[in-house]
């Protein structure tokens, strides 16, 4: 079955720290992921995607296929980067819009 | 250029009855879809449409069910409602293409309380 999990409903670092919201998926195919990500009293919003290789707002995420993973990562933390993040999974080849979605981790930076 | 806009934000219904939300995609947008999010289940695939025809469908009953005018703007409608379709309906526009060229921009949603 096609699957998204995001371990952490919670995570919580300091500014400056390295953060890493974790994603493993279930999928048989290749598959095409994505992170959104809605910031306090703001709309979902897509952060990045992995076909795209791109670094936004610092954050990058690599598409391990070995170990299934879609970890999001930043080397250091900001204030403005608390959110609620969702790792999503495209559950058919070429369609951006059939998401398949994790519950989401909640960021908090601390400062 | 305007976001994504549903109606209403907020609905209180009863149980059985049924209701109508609405979602006007970002002006050149074809491809409207709508999601459920519940805390329970995260966010849930519902429907696609483009060009006013249903391209991909999630797994809900037939409860559930869209559709789209020629202006691209969509309705979801929902009948015999339960207590269990309680949720955040979102909407999401797009222009429909590729992956590679055509995120997602998401509407705030309608809050759908059914008691």
Known sequence: AQRVTQPEKLLSVFKGAPVELKCNYSYSGSPELFWYVQYSRQRLQLLLR??????????TA?????????????????????????????????????????????????? | KAGVTQTPRYLIKTRGQQVTLSCSPISGHRSVSWYQQTPGQGLQFLFEYFSETQRNKGNFPGRFSGR???????????????????????CASSFGSLVRSSPLHFGNGTRLTVT
């Open chain 1, 50 to 59: 992995h076909i795209s290789r791109e670094s936004i707002k610092g954050f």
């Open chain 1, 62 to 111: 690599d598409l391990n296929k070995g170990e299934t993973s879609f970890h999001l990562k930043k080397p250091f933390a900001q204030e403005e980067d608390s959110a609620m993040y969702y790792c999503a999974l495209s559950g058919q080849a070429g369609n951006n819009r059939k998401l398949i979605w994790g519950l989401g981790t909640s960021l908090a930076v601390n400062p």
């Open chain 2, 68 to 90: 789209q005018f020629s202006n691209s703007r969509s309705e979801m409608n929902v009948s015999t409602l339960e207590l269990g379709d309680s949720a955040l309906y979102l």
